[in-house]
């Protein structure tokens, strides 16, 4: 008899136990990435509200060198010569998927050649990429913050035609040609053919 009221007792406290409900303190808040990151020599700040950049790419060895190998192909492809690399983290990507970098010491000026990829699913695909200023690139069509790189290249790019095979390809100033049906630059160009 005993047992059954001490049993009887103890589940009576279990039960009231269990329907107290525990005030747990405040979570602490989230450390913010830092919102500069000085990569490759290259400073790299966000101008665009509520972005931040992170040196601490999160890229395995095998995808940083599937980035390598696609930049160093595609401006090999072109006659370009990669002058400079900068790989970094967002924290996140706009609405819009628009997103601009202050690059200082990237050394990029409207009319320099610069190219942007980005790991995708294990993929590395190019982003549209334009130099907006001075030390300052945009990033356009974004969809995901993935590890980015963005590459300053130098060089005059060859642009091959369709011409006999025995024609040689032709430098052409990527600054001065312009599309006469779109007025695109030969910049806009090329960054739909390195894809």
């Not at 790299?44 to 395995?60: E, P």
């Not at 011409?163 to 990527?174: C, G, I, L, R, S």
Request: hydrophobic residues 45%; contains cysteine; negative net charge.
């Amino acid at each position: 008899m005993k047992k059954k009221i001490i049993t009887l007792a103890l589940a009576t406290v279990m039960t009231f136990a269990f329907s107290i409900t525990a005030a747990a303190a405040p979570s602490p808040k989230a450390t913010p990435v830092a919102p500069e990151a000085t990569v490759n020599g290259v400073a790299v700040n966000s101008v665009t509200n509520g972005i931040s950049v992170s040196s601490d790419v999160q890229a395995n060895a095998y995808e940083q060198g599937e980035a390598s190998a696609k930049i160093t192909g595609d401006a090999a492809a072109l006659g370009l010569t990669v002058e400079k690399t900068v790989a970094i983290e967002l924290n996140g990507v706009p609405a819009d998927g628009t997103v601009t970098l202050s690059v200082a010491g990237l050394g990029v000026q409207p009319g320099d050649l610069v190219a942007a990829y980005h790991v995708v699913n294990g993929q590395v695909v190019k982003e549209a990429i334009s130099v907006t200023g001075t030390d300052q690139v945009t990033l356009t069509g974004l969809t995901s913050c993935s590890p980015f790189y963005i590459v300053k290249l130098s060089g005059t790019p060859t642009v091959v035609t369709a011409a006999p095979a025995a024609a040689a390809a032709t430098p052409v100033d990527a600054t001065a040609v312009k599309s006469p049906k779109t007025g695109l630059s030969l910049n806009a160009v090329l960054a739909a053919v390195l894809d």
